[in-house]
């Protein structure tokens, strides 16, 4: 799945100008993508924009600290969650953006979330968004990225 986000990322400079999932879906296989894949990607993107996605998480002072579950804790290890800390203390995540990257990284099957991982997540929240987003940042993101994702 996460190979198919790399690619829309790299070949859909915004979110919105993806093709509908039908035509989509043609590209993906053509492209080489297995259908179990897509569903998959699909399914979990279509998530970004659901409407329990996008609704206004509440605003949280910026100096509240955010306490994690039993079910966070144990899918989001230290380092994702120390990320996230990061990422919100240098201004590139809200506490919304925040909450959004938990909720699609909670949609994940795979247990606990590797930083690699988590970091497209993090990615993908940001460019569903439609965001102008640094160079640096996008470096960051896709730093730790298997070779093989980027095309």
């Known amino acids: 799945m996460f190979d198919i986000l790399v690619y829309l990322f790299e070949n859909y400079y915004e979110f919105s100008s993806r093709p509908e999932p039908e035509v989509l879906t043609r590209k993906l296989?053509?492209?080489?993508?297995?259908?179990?894949?897509i569903t998959e990607a699909l399914g979990w993107l279509a998530g970004l924009k659901a409407?329990?996605?996008v609704r206004a998480f509440p605003q949280a002072d910026p100096q509240a600290i955010r306490f994690?579950?039993?079910?966070?804790l144990h899918k989001l290890g230290s380092d994702c969650r120390?990320?996230?800390q990061f990422l919100?203390?240098?201004g590139v995540l809200s506490s919304e953006l925040r909450e959004l990257v938990?909720?699609?990284a909670l949609a994940l099957a795979e247990e606990p979330v590797d930083l690699s991982r988590f970091k497209v997540i993090v990615l993908m929240v940001l460019w569903s968004r439609e965001k102008d987003l640094d160079t640096?940042?996008?470096e960051e993101l896709l730093s730790d990225a298997d070779p093989d994702l980027l095309h």
């Not at 296989?29 to 894949?37: D, H, K, V």
């Open 68 to 72: 994690y579950n039993e079910e966070e």
């Open 136 to 138: 640096l940042i996008v």
């Open 82 to 84: 120390g990320f996230l």
């Open 102 to 104: 938990i909720d699609r």
């Open 51 to 53: 409407e329990g996605a």
């Open 29 to 37: 296989t053509a492209a080489g993508f297995t259908e179990e894949e």
């Open 88 to 90: 919100q203390n240098a």
